[in-house]
């Protein structure tokens, strides 16, 4: 992994940014389709309070605030239920990005999962109506109220600057259909690379702190098939919802964990292998369908359901090979010098649809 000075601070930059992303954090119910639990939830629901707390009958004893993480991430491990996007045992301190809301409680001076979810709030569903503040963040109402995101309570907005994931890579050679470079336009590759610097065709240098803002670990950059092994942090839509919480869906009640009907696999599929230059017939697609055959670049998750990748790859041009499954509708620069997912018009919709 690079060591440069750039390096560095790209990697503060992408993780302040990751804990700023600008939305309420409030998931929608599409995105939570993808990440159902498969453990009884306790929140919520009469007598959810026997799932963490012990006692005999109606007396439950206090659980002490050092094995309330512990107990959360029984089940918030990203298998059983949702894991949390944000980092917790981290020291709690005020500076100058960072801001400490009154009443808000740490533990040992450490960020907690009840510094920012009050964890009594669900305990009373008549009082508290779920739907008002489903994952019940401290100060949500008022912040909601006010219009401000809720990751604005400790960080400070001002202290930070925006980053683009995407841009995966410092080019030497002007993007497609490049204008002259704007100052908000792609990463300039620096004069001299250092000596460690993975470095693709063409002189692209690849930023690897990029990579960690999504993933635990690189990846693969040779890898020419899907290998299922995307070492993701947490599920897609909680990723992508972060940075685009107003996602345009032609769909009014969004692709987002819908599942995919075997016909439309079959479509899906042929449509990779021809392009969408003419309709193919309904007998191929019945014995596509009859094959159980199904589509290798746009991958749906469990049960056939749609994610986000299912449509937008997010990773730059040039990332992958360009034979690979993973280089499959890569994000380019257009003339506006904006990297962009081709996945904009109607036409993409043809993918799946027969139209």
């Known amino acids: 992994m690079r060591k440069t000075r750039i390096s560095m601070l790209l990697l503060c930059i992408a993780g302040a940014a990751a804990m700023l992303a600008p939305v309420c954090m409030r998931v929608r119910e599409a995105a939570a389709a993808q990440r159902k639990s498969t453990v009884p939830s306790p929140h919520w629901i009469d007598g959810g309070c026997k799932i963490c707390h012990e006692g005999d009958g109606a007396a439950h004893r206090a659980i002490a605030p ?4 512990d107990l959360c991430l029984k089940c918030h491990d990203g298998a059983k239920a949702a894991a949390e996007f944000h980092p ?38 008549k009082k508290n109506p779920a739907a008002l ?63 460690d610097a993975m470095v693709l065709a063409g002189g692209r240098e690849i930023i690897e702190e990029k990579c960690l803002f999504c993933h635990t670990k690189p990846l693969d ?53 021809m392009g969408l230059a003419g309709a193919p017939s309904a007998t191929i697609l019945d014995q596509v369908a009859k094959a159980g055959l199904r589509p290798k670049m ?29 280089d499959y509708r890569s994000m380019r620069y257009n003339r506006q010098q904006k990297l962009v997912s081709p996945v904009h018009e109607q036409v993409w919709c043809r993918q799946c649809h027969s139209m």
């Open 133 to 195: 503040n489903r994952n019940f963040l401290r100060d949500y109402s008022l912040r909601r109220t006010q219009g401000q995101p809720f990751c604005q309570n400790c960080h400070i907005e001002k202290a930070y600057r925006k980053i683009n994931p995407h841009e995966m890579l410092l080019d030497r050679a002007a993007p497609v259909h490049a204008q002259p470079q704007a100052a908000s336009g792609p990463a300039t590759q620096p004069a001299t690379l250092p000596a």
């Open 88 to 125: 917790v045992h981290r020291k709690f301190e005020e500076t100058a990005s960072i801001a400490k809301p009154n009443g808000w409680p740490v533990v040992n001076g450490l960020l907690a999962c009840a510094t920012c979810h009050d964890i009594r709030y669900p305990c009373d569903p």
């Open 66 to 69: 050092e094995a309330v993480d």
């Open 221 to 273: 950059r040779n890898a020419l098939k899907r290998t299922e092994k995307s070492f993701l942090k947490t599920d897609q839509a909680t990723l992508c919802r972060d940075c685009h919480p107003r996602h345009k869906d032609p769909m009014m009640q969004s692709h987002l964990g819908l599942a995919l009907k075997p016909e439309m696999l079959a479509l899906m599929y042929v449509r990779e292998q």
């Open 298 to 326: 746009m991958v749906a998750a469990a049960g056939n359901t749609v994610v986000c990748s299912t449509c937008h790859n997010p990773h730059q041009n040039g990332v992958f090979p360009a034979t690979s499954d993973l």
